[in-house]
């Protein structure tokens, strides 16, 4: 659907087990504490999202993660209503042709031509259509690149994409200002890299409501890209926002990126939030399960998270839609 910087679930591991390792294994004689940091738990406190290497702060590190997540069991225990039962999710768009809610894990072409978002699905039925017609082979490969909505092929009538691009945008539509953005920060289309005028333009994309600008923007504020200084607050304010706006997986991300800071009940409350929007990453799940493991959400809010999850995923799926992505067609963003 749209690229971005590649950041994957980071797998934290057992939390409190590891961290109590950590301790036994720093808890030695004064003429010892010199000594250098097991690399298993350098790496484990990277994960955590810790980057000093200063014993003493490191144990003091864990012992506010551990004493958080000590807090989320008793929150969990306390709570009499589940927070996420009366929430609304974003609205998540139809497909102008087949009118089912687009996959929230990619599968969306956004054509230029018509200034439409179309299904990975209804491309693929496109295609298939025109072998039922019987249609030479030649023609056929010569139609796969016009669009299901408006049959047009910008390749075909010589448009000038960046500047197609460039007149959607300054018109306020807002996936042609994300695309726009991309196009500049990837030098695409003819056009050099220009890191400051794709961020002016991904951030008036984000302002305006456009949630994979704002997830774009997490995953800069969140490693530091280029002109742009790692804030982590901001990270996890423009990934609220992405979700809020329609893109989904900054729900995961912010959840993530919560936890690293030891906030882990809000950061539950975000995993919950993207798997109830459909998020279907492995990942994911695997960190509900363990939180539910822990205490940190209750044996309702895990099964409500779960029973809406396959709800949401049932809305979207249809067989088009499956082949399509098993067969990996029609590349976006």
Excluded at 107 to 126: A, E, F, P, T, V
Excluded at 302 to 311: G, V
Aim: hydrophobic share 35%; charged share 30%; glycine share 8%.
């Amino acid at each position: 659907m749209f690229r971005e910087i590649n950041i994957g679930l980071l797998e934290t591991g057992n939390i409190m087990a590891s961290t109590t390792q950590l301790k036994r294994d720093t808890s030695m004689e004064k003429e010892e504490e010199e000594e250098q940091i097991d690399p298993e738990m350098l790496e484990l406190l990277e994960k955590l999202g810790i980057q000093d290497k200063d014993k003493d702060e490191l144990l003091a590190a864990v012992d506010i993660h551990i004493e958080n997540g000590i807090r989320a069991k008793e929150a969990a225990g306390k709570r009499m209503e589940d927070p996420l039962k009366n929430w609304i999710r974003p609205h998540n768009e139809e497909c102008p042709i087949c009118l089912l809610p687009f996959p929230v894990d990619g599968g969306i072409i956004y054509r230029q031509c018509c200034d439409s978002r179309l299904c990975k699905g209804c491309m693929h039925d496109h295609i298939v259509s025109l072998f039922k017609e019987g249609m030479e082979e030649e023609k056929i490969k010569k139609a796969v690149s016009t669009c299901a909505l408006c049959r047009q092929d910008p390749r075909e009538d010589a448009v000038d994409m960046f500047g197609l691009q460039k007149k959607l945008a300054k018109a306020g539509k807002l996936e042609a200002m994300y695309e726009l953005a991309m196009t500049h920060i990837n030098g695409e289309n003819g056009v050099d890299i220009d890191w400051d005028e794709g961020l002016k333009w991904m951030q008036r994309a984000a302002v305006e409501g456009f949630g994979n600008a704002s997830h774009f923007l997490g995953n800069c504020y969140r490693c530091g890209q280029n002109n742009i200084e790692r804030n982590i607050n901001l990270a996890i304010e423009y990934y609220k926002q992405g979700g809020d706006n329609g893109s989904v997986q900054s729900y995961a991300c912010a959840g993530e990126v919560l936890f690293q800071k030891g906030e882990i009940e809000y950061a539950m409350l975000y995993y919950r939030k993207a798997a109830m929007c459909g998020v279907s990453d492995e990942n994911l799940f695997t960190k509900l399960r363990d939180g539910f493991g822990e205490g940190y959400i209750t044996k309702d809010e895990y099964a409500y998270t779960l029973r809406e999850h396959q709800k949401v995923s049932n809305e979207m799926k249809s067989e088009s839609r499956t082949i399509a992505l098993r067969l990996d067609m029609f590349r976006g963003r």
